[in-house]
Antibody
Framework: QMQLVESGGGLVQPGGSLRLSCAAS????????MHWVRQAPGKGLEWVAF????????YYADSVKGRFSIFRDNSKSRLYLQMNLLRAEDTAVYYC????????????????WGQGTLVTVSS | QSVLTQPPSVSGAPGQRVTISCTGT?????????VHWYQHLPGTAPKLLIY???NRPSGVPDRFAGSKSGTSASLAITGLQAEDEADYYC????????????FGTGTKVTVL
C-alpha cells in the first residue's frame, strides 16, 4: 500500500534552518503532486506548500512564503521542505501528503499522509 | 487562522448518529470548491474519509457520509462506534488567500 515516511525534524533555534524529507513508496511518485501540511501543538491542520508532479510549479501558504521551499527528487521518490528563518510559531508536526486529483487543482485532496515529524523552534 | 468553522466537539452514544458541520463563505465552499473530510487520531497519520464532498475512498465504511449545500458542508456518522472517537477536519480551497488550501477548525467526536 502507498506509504510516506517523514524525517529530519528536531530542535532548532529561532532564525535557524532545517530540511525535512519524505520518502514515498508503492505509488507512482513522479506522476503525483505532493503537499506539506503542519499541525502546531494543540492546534488544527494548516496547509504549508504544494509542488506539481514535475516540480515546475510550487505554491506556499502566506505564513511561510519566502522562508520555506518545497522541492522533490523524482529519481529517489523523495519530497523535501527546506525551512529557513524559523520562528517559534513554526513549531509543529509536519506531514507530507500525496495530492488526490480533483477536476481542477483547487479540488485536490490529501491522501495518503505520513506519520509526521516534529519540528521545535526554541532557544 | 482557519476560514472553515466547525463545532469544537460533538458526542453520541454507540449506535447513534452525529453530524459535523463545516461552514465557509463565498470564497471557498460557496465558490463551488469541493469539500474533503479527514479523521485524525493524535500521533497518527490523518486519514481521508470523504473526497469530492460526497465520495468515500475504498475501505471507508458507509457509516460515513458527506454532503454539501451553499456555503456549508456536513459529515454524518451513523451507527457510532467506539473506534470513531477522533478529531475530524473538513478541507477545501479558498480563492481569497492568494489561492490556498484551507482546513476547518476541527471537531472532537466523543463516544459516550
Amino acid at each position: 500500500q502507498m506509504q510516506l515516511v517523514e524525517s529530519g525534524g528536531g530542535l532548532v533555534q529561532p532564525g535557524g534552518s532545517l530540511r525535512l524529507s519524505c520518502a514515498a513508496s508503492a505509488f507512482n511518485f513522479p506522476n503525483s503532486g505532493m503537499h506539506w501540511v503542519r499541525q502546531a501543538p494543540g492546534k488544527g491542520l494548516e496547509w504549508v506548500a504544494f509542488i506539481r508532479y514535475d516540480g515546475t510549479n510550487t505554491y506556499y501558504a502566506d505564513s511561510v512564503k519566502g522562508r520555506f521551499s518545497i522541492f522533490r527528487d523524482n529519481s529517489k521518490s523523495r519530497l523535501y521542505l527546506q525551512m529557513n528563518l524559523l520562528r517559534a510559531e513554526d513549531t509543529a508536526v509536519y506531514y507530507c501528503a500525496k495530492s488526490g486529483s480533483g477536476v481542477q487543482p483547487a479540488d485536490n485532496w490529501f491522501d495518503p499522509w505520513g506519520q509526521g515529524t516534529l519540528v521545535t523552534v526554541s532557544s | 487562522q482557519s476560514v472553515l468553522t466547525q463545532p469544537p466537539s460533538v458526542s453520541g452514544a454507540p449506535g447513534q448518529r452525529v453530524t459535523i458541520s463545516c461552514t465557509g463563505t463565498s470564497s471557498n465552499i460557496g465558490a463551488g470548491y469541493d469539500v474533503h473530510w479527514y479523521q485524525h487520531l493524535p500521533g497518527t497519520a490523518p486519514k481521508l474519509l470523504i473526497y469530492g464532498s460526497t465520495n468515500r475512498p475504498s475501505g471507508v465504511p458507509d457509516r460515513f457520509a458527506g454532503s454539501k449545500s451553499g456555503t456549508s458542508a456536513s459529515l454524518a456518522i451513523t451507527g457510532l462506534q467506539a473506534e470513531d472517537e477522533a478529531d475530524y477536519y473538513c478541507q477545501s480551497y479558498d480563492r481569497s488567500l492568494s489561492g490556498s488550501y484551507v482546513f476547518g477548525t476541527g471537531t472532537k467526536v466523543t463516544v459516550l
